[in-house]
């Protein structure tokens, strides 16, 4: 329950953001028209929903609302209903399924993202289900991500694998394979750089790790979780196209949507890209990241109707 409340006071800032405005534009006209619905698409894709399910959506209101009435109520529950459907209400698949023993993720993201706060969260929240997790700090370049990783490691009460500075980070993932394999470790999330130091082109790095992990451990990665800034909106659309093409990216962990109003990027990773989004982070503290709930997702912006 905690979470849950946490979930919609975080959310807060996206319902006054997307509804508020469109709210405020249906007060402003006394009847549906043409220029109306031009505003609400305008509305529409500057939340980052994206331009084409803003038409979507738009055509959807343009066929079944009212000429005049209640537009607002009308609206809100046309819209509520077609979010729903476009990002899965319904469908499984937020939060934790542990697949394999080790159960290996890999964690990618461009740098300022929060990637390694999400995976310091993570190994807190497996930890919780007293699962013996291992964090591999596979960025090499950044001496700040080591040390960040380790804080993180200790505060989560999890195991690290690092090397030297400058090492091999395809060397340090699969070090931490082979030593959950021979250890013990239930679960290992795999640290990785959001941009290097060399000419070595990132997406190239990635997939030789992501190769690695594989020849030591067959079918593993099991997962790989691209770390999204929701802040970032449709730059991030076009991130995680990029690391998609590269390293095929399972779920998406959705970080700093609590100070966000412009939470319709979701709406546009799952149209868009069809890559669930399983995490949302809700702020720093090592329980402010929770399962990704499409139905609270969908009230925290337009409120419950009733």
């Known amino acids: ?79 509520m209903e077609r979010i729903r459907q476009l990002v899965g209400e319904g469908e499984t698949g937020g939060g934790m399924t542990v697949t394999a023993d080790p159960h290996v993720i890999l964690v990618v993201g461009v740098n300022g993202t929060g990637k390694t706060t999400s995976i310091g969260k993570l190994a807190y929240r497996f930890g919780r289900e007293n699962r013996k997790v291992l964090l591999a700090a596979a960025d090499t370049f950044r001496a700040a991500a080591v040390e960040q990783l380790g804080e993180w490691a200790v505060r989560a009460k999890a195991d690290l694998i690092r090397q030297s500075m400058g090492a091999d980070p395809a060397s340090v993932a699969h070090d931490a394979v082979e030593a959950a394999m021979t250890r013990g470790f239930n679960v290992v999330l795999v640290d990785t ?45 076009n991130q995680a196209r990029v690391f998609q093409q590269a390293v095929g990216v399972t779920g998406i962990i959705l970080a700093k949507l609590d100070g966000t109003a412009r939470g319709g990027i979701v709406v546009s990773i799952r149209r868009e890209l069809g890559i669930p989004v399983k995490w949302v982070g809700l702020g720093e503290g090592l329980e402010d990241l929770v399962p990704f709930d499409p139905g609270s997702y969908v009230e925290s912006i337009f409120g419950n109707p009733g």
Do not use: C, Y
């Open 193 to 237: 750089a959001g941009r290097l130091h060399s000419k070595v082109n990132l997406m190239e790095e990635l997939k030789k790790i992501h190769r690695v992990i594989g020849r030591r451990m067959p079918g593993a990665p099991h997962e790989v979780l691209l770390v999204l800034d929701a802040t970032t909106g449709q730059n991030g659309l």
């Open 1 to 79: 329950m905690k979470l849950f409340q946490k979930w919609q006071a975080g959310l807060k800032k996206t319902q006054e953001g997307i509804w508020g405005r469109i709210s405020q534009a249906l007060h402003s006209k006394p009847k549906l028209d043409e220029e109306l619905l031009e505003e609400l698409e305008e509305i529409l894709i500057q939340s980052d929903i994206g331009a084409a399910n803003a038409l979507s959506l738009i055509g959807e209101m343009r066929g079944r609302l009212p000429a005049d009435g209640d537009l607002e109520e009308a609206s809100r529950r046309i819209l």
